[in-house]
Structures are given as structure tokens and as C-alpha cells.
């Protein structure tokens, strides 16, 4: 009789700081928005890194002028507006990555409290860039 082994798979979660931004101002004017987050790898990183850059510039508008722009002239096609406006989206995504590797017993508010109040200082006592 064979015995039959069960394995336990346990997921290392890692957190990350993101700061999210639009391209085109570069978080100036209060556009940006900071997390700290818990992701299984860099790549669902990024792509909380990317979704928190469109937030940021779809709650401030900061594609509303460029549409309006399109919608006036002469090229305007409201059946592809929709795509015109995710492609303006897309290229304006910014942010920043940085794994966290050592937490100095904080929780994940009081991280993203100081990643908010002083980033560079928050980096160098956190973080390394990936």
C-alpha cells in the first residue's frame, strides 16, 4: 500500500510602495496616489501599478481636454472614441515600484504614511527599487 503524501503550497506574498502618477505632469499638482501593497511577484506589481496610474488620471480628468479636442474636429468618430481614449490613457501611465524588505514591524498604514510623507527617506530605510 502506497501512502499518499499531501503537500501544503503556501504563497509568499511580498509587499511593495507604489506611487502612481500620470506622464504627463509626473505627480505634480497632487495628481499621484501612494499604496503599499501585498503581491505574490513583481509583475501583479506593476500591474497594481499600472490600474492606480489610470485612477489617478481618470479621477482628475487629465484626458478631458485632449477628448474634447478630439471630439471638435473634423477626424471625430464616436464609435472609436472609446478606443481614442484608452489609447490617451495608456500612454500617460507612470509609476513606481520599490519591494519593501523590512517592514521594521509597521503595518501596512503606517508604511504608506510615511512612503507618503517623505518618499526618498521611506526608499532608503525600506525599500530597493525593482
Sequence with gaps: MKKEIKRKVVMIMKKYAIYAYDNTYGGLHGYNAYAIVDCKDQKEAEMTGAEMSREVINDF?????DMEE?????????EASYEYESELIEED????????????GLSNEELESEFYNDKENFIKNYCKEV
Excluded at 61 to 65: Q, T
Excluded at 70 to 78: A, C, H, L
Excluded at 93 to 104: H, L
Design 93 to 104: 501611465v507612470a509609476y513606481e515600484i520599490y519591494e519593501i524588505v523590512d517592514t521594521k
Design 61 to 65: 480628468g487629465l484626458v478631458d481636454d
Design 70 to 78: 478630439y471630439i471638435n474636429s473634423e477626424d471625430y468618430d464616436e
